[in-house]
């Protein structure tokens, strides 16, 4: 499944929409849309865009080149979600599962109860699982609590 373009919009709200570099709240180096940037890009200075192309980004980057290198980061966790769910999800569960995965990254998506929970059918504990994930360093962060509740709310398709 694709994310929906409403639940792109809530992405974009928690993650910003930035042409230049900034570090996020872990300081690392990052640009567009919550995209962290590779040691290769930030070697180069220089990002891959969704049509192929790469494009230097010390000067920043264009509100279209922001979208476009969205598109690329959202194909890979779209298709980590979709490889790694063995039951079906409505299109709420999987926008909340996609943006939740674009957060926390692959690997710990793949690697979590929640995932596990999930896929044995238990759906009701998804948004107890989707809590825990509410900390930076081992400090619970309001701003990761706020937005595990917005997942939460995605997820049973209250928004």
Not at 15 to 27: I, T, V
Not at 118 to 136: C, D, T, Y
Not at 141 to 149: C, H, K, P, S
Request: with cysteine; glycine share 10%; charged share 25%.
């Amino acid at each position: 499944m694709k994310l929906s373009d409403k639940s792109k919009k809530f992405l974009m709200e928690w993650e910003g929409f930035k042409g230049e570099m900034y570090k996020d709240s872990a300081g690392l180096a990052t640009i567009g849309v919550g995209h962290l940037l590779t040691q290769e890009e930030l070697a180069l200075y220089e990002v891959a865009l969704d049509d192929g192309s790469r494009v230097k980004f010390d000067g920043g980057l264009t509100d279209e080149q922001v979208l476009s290198l969205l598109a690329v980061d959202m194909r890979r966790f779209e298709k980590a979600v979709t490889d790694a769910v063995t039951v079906s999800l409505t299109q709420n569960q999987c926008d909340a599962l996609v943006i939740f995965c674009f957060n926390v990254g692959i690997s710990a998506f793949r690697g979590s109860t929640l995932l596990k929970v999930l896929n044995q059918g238990r759906f009701s504990e998804v948004p107890g699982e989707l809590r825990k994930w509410s900390k930076a360093r081992g400090v619970v962060i309001q701003g990761l609590v706020n937005r595990r509740e917005k997942e939460i709310a995605l997820w049973n398709g209250d928004t």
